[in-house]
């Protein structure tokens, strides 16, 4: 890398003596004395406007690769973190010998931050390489400095001894810097957008990684939050039933029920009850006066140790066996 900052600086510097060499022959032939017309002034200006534009893109140019190797130095520190990070999930993952959702979302997350990693160090990549092609474009430059200067020379014997001809010469040079100026915006133009075109697909890669990651760890914890409820569920209806068939309970009747279908018990107002078992769907089982069956629970009203003792001394409160 240093390598490269210093074939750019040579080449900058080069450029800009060539570009002074120009100017200050250009300026000298000024103020000799020739009649010079509009057409010559005109040419004169466009030559300094060109010589500011080319040199205002090298320095952009520049910009940009030291912006770029910032963003790579930056961006790789960044990368070796978060593949630690993605490694360290993805053993958890691994070694965690239970199917918790917990182990899942975490191997997954690893796995899919891995692939980020994958694309951002391609994004990289191709930055670098948009990077590298400038500055190997500016070599080649360089190393065409030579004949350039050859070319420069000749130009000025040719002017020394034809000033007349200032002015052809000055259109051909504004042409040649035109050109110069076309190719370099071009150029730069291109690298920019497939600099650009490379981020965006980065980013598109990530955020599809991470709304697939974020709905497969939604979708575990839907499917374990709907177990938890099944099991709460069952476990609340077996611990009800267990209770009523182990601790049989007295009631007495509120409010009189006549029995509709086999299996149904008949009840009349303050009968006493014994309920074996209470069903979650708002019935009892119990007998009353010798008789078995079901009735609504709705209809009844546990006795208080209280009323328990009087009504023991009632004959009907016994069932029958």
């Known amino acids: 890398m240093d390598a490269i900052k210093k074939q750019a600086a040579k080449l900058r510097e080069q450029v800009a003596k060539q570009q002074q060499t120009i100017l200050r022959h250009l300026?000298?032939?000024?103020?000799e004395a020739l009649m010079v017309d509009e057409s010559e002034l005109q040419c004169h200006q466009q030559l300094e406007n060109l010589y500011r534009s080319t040199r205002d893109a090298k320095h952009f140019q520049r910009d940009i690769?030291?912006?770029?190797e910032g963003?790579?130095?930056?961006?790789?520190?960044?990368?070796?973190?978060?593949?630690?990070?993605?490694?360290?999930?993805?053993?958890?993952?691994?070694?965690?010998?239970?199917?918790a959702p917990l182990a899942m979302a975490t191997s997954n997350f690893g796995a899919s931050h891995t692939v980020i990693q994958d694309q951002k160090e391609t994004l990289l990549g191709i930055l670098g390489q948009q990077a590298a092609e400038v500055i190997r474009r500016q070599s080649k430059f360089r190393d065409a400095s030579s004949e350039s200067l050859g070319k420069l020379k000749d130009?000025?014997?040719?002017?020394?001894?034809?000033?007349?001809s200032m002015l052809v010469l000055g259109?051909?040079?504004?042409?040649?810097?035109?050109?110069?100026?076309?190719?370099?915006?071009?150029?730069?133009?291109?690298?920019?957008?497939?600099?650009?075109?490379?981020?965006?697909?980065?980013?598109?890669?990530?955020?599809?990684?991470?709304?697939?990651l974020h709905l497969e760890m939604i979708t575990d914890e839907e499917e374990l939050n709907e177990s938890l409820q099944q099991d709460s569920s069952t476990a609340q209806t077996e611990t009800a039933s267990k209770r009523?068939?182990?601790?049989?309970?007295?009631?007495?009747?509120?409010?009189?029920?006549?029995?509709?279908?086999?299996?149904?018990?008949?009840?009349?107002?303050?009968?006493?009850?014994?309920?074996?078992?209470?069903a979650p769907n708002?019935?009892?089982?119990?007998?009353?006066?010798?008789?078995?069956?079901?009735?609504?629970s709705a209809y009844v009203q546990k006795i208080t140790p209280r009323g328990l003792a009087s009504a023991a001394k009632d004959d009907s409160f016994l069932p029958n066996n």
């Open 65 to 68: 690769v030291r912006g770029i």
């Open 27 to 31: 300026g000298q032939l000024g103020h």
């Open 171 to 212: 259109k051909e040079a504004a042409k040649a810097m035109l050109a110069v100026e076309e190719q370099q915006q071009q150029i730069t133009y291109h690298k920019l957008l497939k600099m650009v075109d490379a981020e965006r697909s980065y980013h598109r890669s990530v955020v599809s990684l991470l709304e697939k």
């Open 155 to 164: 130009a000025e014997r040719r002017l020394s001894e034809l000033k007349t």
């Open 282 to 296: 708002g019935w009892s089982e119990g007998e009353c006066n010798g008789k078995g069956g079901w009735f609504p």
């Open 71 to 99: 963003y790579i130095s930056t961006n790789k520190k960044q990368m070796h973190i978060v593949r630690k990070l993605a490694e360290d999930s993805c053993n958890y993952g691994i070694e965690c010998a239970c199917n």
């Open 244 to 278: 009523s068939t182990a601790h049989p309970q007295f009631v007495k009747v509120l409010h009189s029920f006549d029995a509709e279908a086999d299996g149904e018990l008949s009840l009349e107002v303050d009968d006493y009850v014994v309920v074996r078992q209470v």
